[in-house]
T-cell receptor, first 114, second 119 residues
């Protein structure tokens, strides 16, 4: 069984401030982990993925995430928020491969305040 | 990069009618495609896995006769919402895995979604 918990359905940050979106996972086998971003009325776009290589994963748009097995976490960060980062972010886990049976978290809506 | 085209992006229909949503992989072949439903302010719920050349695999609780899935070719999967009712109004999203190599391999590429409103 696998699951994902995203802490905080809404996060607000000031423009230029650090972005931290939290994700904890549960998986019976070494997981594949993903962060996706969704803009209003659009599909999901992959930000980054962890597939058992480097624990610090760099993605697009300046985002990165660190896999911490001891904490079963995969938090998403960005040093300096930009207005265009305002969107909904989904953490996802797959235990059986890169895309099979992906389980998504409930999402965190990021608001960037000017 | 891999692109999945989903059409229509928005559709409004009357109760009792059927609506077809198409999902195409534009620059790669997809023997498998996934269909999700997203309720407002909620996550994506996997509805079914579309398999080229065979029957779709539905998740528990999803009505096969309500949501007809056809995977006609290696680049096209369709979802037909039959006899639609207001409770079927939702955002439907398809995705396809990219089985190629490189940074985009083994990840899902999503369509832009289709917002269905049933009056």
């Amino acid at each position: 069984a696998q699951s994902v918990t995203q802490l905080g359905s809404h996060v607000s940050v000031s423009e230029g401030a650090l972005v931290l979106l939290r994700c904890n996972y549960s998986s019976s086998v070494p997981p594949y982990l993903f962060w996706y971003v969704q803009y209003p009325n659009q599909g999901l776009q992959l930000l980054l993925k962890y597939t058992s290589a480097a624990t610090l994963v760099k993605g697009i748009n300046g985002f990165e995430a660190e896999f911490k097995k001891s904490e079963t976490s995969f938090h998403l960060t960005k040093p300096s928020a930009h207005m265009s980062d305002a969107a909904e972010y989904f953490c996802a886990v797959s235990s059986s491969g890169g895309y099979q049976k992906v389980t998504f978290g409930t999402g965190t809506k990021l608001q960037v305040i000017p | 990069g891999a692109v999945v085209s989903q059409h229509p992006s928005r559709v409004i229909c009357k109760s009792g009618t059927s609506v077809k949503i198409e999902c195409r992989s534009l620059d790669f072949q997809a023997t498998t495609m996934f269909w999700y439903r997203q309720f407002p302010k909620q996550s994506l719920m996997l509805m079914a896995t579309s398999n080229e050349g065979s029957k779709a695999t539905y998740e528990q609780g999803v009505e096969k006769d309500k949501f007809l899935i056809n995977h006609a070719s290696l680049t096209l999967s369709t979802l037909t919402v039959t006899s639609a009712h207001p409770e079927d109004s939702s955002f439907y999203i398809c995705s396809a895995p990219n089985d190629g190599t490189g940074p985009g391999a083994n990840v899902l590429t999503f369509g832009a979604g289709s917002r269905l409103t049933v009056l």
